[in-house]
């Protein structure tokens, strides 16, 4: 059963720590996409990658966020320092890169920032 | 630019009744539209979409949506919810141009409660 594989689940961290979450697409996928889920602003798209190129990060704050693919098997976003505001659920979703593929989500990773 | 525009961040139902989510988009060109659902503690999961010919389709669990382009809307119904309903429902639209950029914008959500 193919799925997307989220690493941590649930994260508890103090401000300014260093936070990294990982992703393993669904294999024979070409996109990856991360998102944020808060209640406030609902789901934010931060980056999207086709084919481990980073396509779109345009919602992504620069200056702390970074996200990359070092091989088709594994994606992360990164926080550097992390803050309280970066409390959020981080889903990532990977797709077969068509206009008519649906995406398929992780379960998330819940982070926490004290 | 598309964006999609969910009414209703909170929706409550009879056991039984008709659930009716509603959701309208706004694209620029033409639009592929998305019903996804997330259960508590879960990602999302398609439900259904629509991306060309026949304007209702039909998805998983009894649900389906018609897209009416004169009204840009896409509304998910089912005409008797089911305890198992219960959960929260995304609308999104996908924007193709040419195949470089097809990011899926979500609305905000809809949770669905279903009433014993």
């Known amino acids: 059963d193919a799925r997307v594989t989220q690493t941590p689940r649930d994260k508890v961290t103090e401000m300014g720590q260093e936070v990294t979450m990982r992703c393993q697409p669904i294999l024979g996928h070409n996109t990856v996409f991360w998102y944020r889920q808060t209640m406030m602003q609902g789901l934010e798209l931060l980056a999207y990658f086709r084919n481990r190129a980073p396509l779109d990060d345009s919602g992504m704050p620069k200056d702390r966020f970074s996200a990359e693919m070092p091989d088709a098997t594994l994606a992360t976003l990164k926080i550097q320092p992390s803050e309280p505001r970066d409390s959020a659920v981080y889903f990532c979703a990977s797709g077969p890169g068509t206009p008519t593929g649906e995406l398929f989500f992780g379960e998330g990773s819940r982070l926490t920032v004290l | 630019a598309q964006s999609v525009t969910q009414l209703g961040s909170h929706v409550s139902v009879s056991e039984g009744a008709l659930v009716l989510l509603r959701c309208n988009y706004s694209?620029?060109?033409?639009?592929?539209l998305f019903w996804y659902v997330q259960y508590p503690n879960q990602g999302l999961q398609l439900l259904l979409k629509?991306?060309?010919?026949?304007?209702l389709v039909k998805g998983i669990n009894g649900f389906e949506a018609e897209f009416k382009k004169s009204e840009t809307s896409f509304h998910l119904t089912k005409p008797s919810a089911h305890m198992s309903d219960a959960a929260e429902y995304f609308c999104a639209v996908k924007a193709v141009y040419g195949g470089a950029t097809n990011k899926l914008i979500f609305g905000t959500g809809t949770l669905l409660a279903v009433q014993p």
């Open positions: 629509y991306t060309t010919g026949a304007t």
């Open positions: 694209s620029s060109v033409p639009p592929y």
